[in-house]
């Protein structure tokens, strides 16, 4: 995590002294904040695998490769493999792009959004695709091994400081290629699935290149509108409970979720419509209004997020069951909150005071946080005074909001009004 955090703030710099920014300062709180849950969950463990690659492995494998470089190289081309179908999948059925809509949700592109990562499938069931691992008998560990390093290795192309890399985009996934992945105009959506090697794309028919005379416009023709990554990760499943209940046709209610993404009841989207981005060269990006204070608050409840999280992952069998499940609710509980506020809602009091109150309850219940005063002795007085300056701080916040959207609008300085 501390590393890709300073990859993410050395992009901006850069970008920033090559007078080339492509990262928006409450963009990346939203990224990294949506990182954040992503880890939390999956630390958590809150996810099943309905087939396991220990059971594929029992009931499949033929034979069983030697030990050595081949075994992790083929655990390699077969994760890129499944990789590849997952990620279509999710790209091209209503149910699945649930899934997958976070990563996407950005309207930058930048190493930030690398960590829009999903926090909404509970229920993984893909892991079919690694059938070709199983019958070749690559042992559970090897793709234990070889998984993270895979993720791992799709960070690095989501930048726009790397224009084209010579022979290599004909081998690997760059950044110019993943430009055209994140991109909404008409020619470049639903393209390069691929995550490590570009020649699936070519192989089943998806590959894009990057056009000069078509400068990629990233985002979703369904804009989120909202810095909130929870709310993110179930908007289009919500969209779609919604559409399944309003349709009148009992078919539509059922095939709904397998559809082609996007596709809506004609009955449903006639009566209720959706705004959706036509013309990508003409659409305002999501940018409320955001003081220069309300910037550096949101920075400093970042920055406290992460140290909760520090410790949290330091300690986390300290902590064990069911601690660690109260854990993590309090850091969604933040980030909910300080995200809520980004967006200027004034339901940002209430979810602060949720966080702040859930914060004093543990402090009082548990005579401690989670043990941490072994280490901090101070830790109590420290905690106390960060909840109760949180919740006037951004009290304060919410009323001068509430004053400045009162306003009439042409008195309004700059912002998107
Ligand atoms: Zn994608
Ligand atoms: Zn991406």
Redesign the pocket.
Known sequence: MPVFLLLVLLEKWYGWRKGFDTVRNMDMISSLSSGITNVTKDVLGLSIAIISYGWLLKHFALIHVPDGWLTYFIAFMVLDFAGYWT?RI??EYNFFWNN?II??SSEEFNLACALRQSISSFVQIFGILLLPAALLGVPSAVIAIVAPLHLFAQFWYHTQHIKRMGFLEKIIVTPSHHRV?HALNPEYLDKNYSQIFIFWDKLFGTFQEELETIPPVYGITRPAQTWNPVKINFQHLWLLIKDAWRAADWKDKFRIWLMPTGWRPADVAEKYPVYKIEDPYHFEKYNPKASDSLQAWSWVQLTCCLLFISYFFGNIAGIGSPGIFLYGLFIFLMVYAFTELMDRNKSAIIWELIKNITGIAILFYQKDWFGASRIFSFIQPILITYFLVSTIVVAWFVYQHAQEDQQPLSYLPGGRY
Do not use: M, T
């Open positions: 990620h999710a790209h997958h990563h996407h992945h």
